[in-house]
């Protein structure tokens, strides 16, 4: 078992709609969480960044960490074309730099 | 957040041949990391490279095979060696963030294929 899962998607959906993404994880010792988006040929992208359980929102995005049942969420409202991209994401210990990554889902947002 | 580059955005090689990769950031950072990203798959840290220490390596990856320099605190290098077809991916390097949130950064990648 991985200890980060994503499902992979492909996950489409029509232009403006609210977007859910997902992650659980294995390792209760994860305290830090992050949301990454990746653009094909591209590099990572950080798009929020979370320590803890809670809610963070950020524009159109909407972060959320539930410790209790390892379950992370990102929420894009109001979902544009130019968020088609795959979305990852990570998470680390407290005292350890090492991001765990989950493989990711890709996002296709339909004009 | 920093600019982070890399050299070269792709390269063709031979088995048995290395290639080394350089990342170089705008401004000055403490760690640096590098992971190897394969096709469909996720990113998984091959290593942590600290100005003047050794690099430290994860599991199931080791020195002779991914040499690390990290002369400065704006550079780093990662060498990939005796190549095989098997170590075709996208090689990325990060640097850690600004906050205490273990947030990183990434340079945009250099995709590798092995013949």
């Known amino acids: 078992q991985k200890e980060v899962e994503q499902d992979p998607g492909p996950l489409s959906v029509p232009e403006g709609a609210i977007v859910s993404l997902n992650c659980t994880y294995s390792?209760?010792?994860?305290?830090?969480f992050m949301w990454y988006r990746q653009y094909s040929r591209k590099g990572p992208e950080l798009l929020m960044y979370?320590?803890?359980?809670g809610n963070k929102e950020d524009g159109r995005f909407t972060a959320q960490v539930d410790k209790s049942s390892k379950y992370i969420s990102l929420f894009i409202r109001d979902s544009q074309p130019s968020d088609s991209a795959t979305y990852l994401c990570?998470?680390?210990?407290?005292?350890?730099?090492?991001?765990?990554f989950g493989s990711g889902t890709r996002l296709q947002v339909q004009p | 957040s920093a600019v982070i580059s890399q050299k070269p955005s792709r390269d063709i090689c031979q088995r048995g041949t290395s290639l080394t990769i350089q990342c170089q950031v705008d401004s000055q950072v403490t760690m640096m990391f590098w992971y190897r990203q394969q096709p469909g798959q996720s990113l998984t840290l091959i290593a942590t490279?600290?100005?003047?220490?050794?690099?430290?390596?994860e599991s199931g990856f080791v020195i002779d095979k991914f040499p690390i320099s990290r002369p400065n605190l704006t550079f780093s290098t990662l060498t990939v060696s005796n190549m095989s077809p098997e170590d075709s991916s996208i090689y990325l390097c990060?640097?850690?963030?600004?906050?205490?949130?273990?947030?990183?950064?990434f340079g945009p990648g250099t995709r590798l294929t092995v013949l």
């Open positions: 390792n209760s010792a994860f305290q830090y």
């Open positions: 490279a600290n100005q003047g220490s050794e690099a430290t390596y």
């Open positions: 979370t320590y803890s359980s």
């Open positions: 990060s640097v850690d963030g600004p906050t205490s949130y273990n947030e990183q950064f």
């Open positions: 990570a998470m680390s210990e407290a005292g350890r730099r090492a991001l765990t």
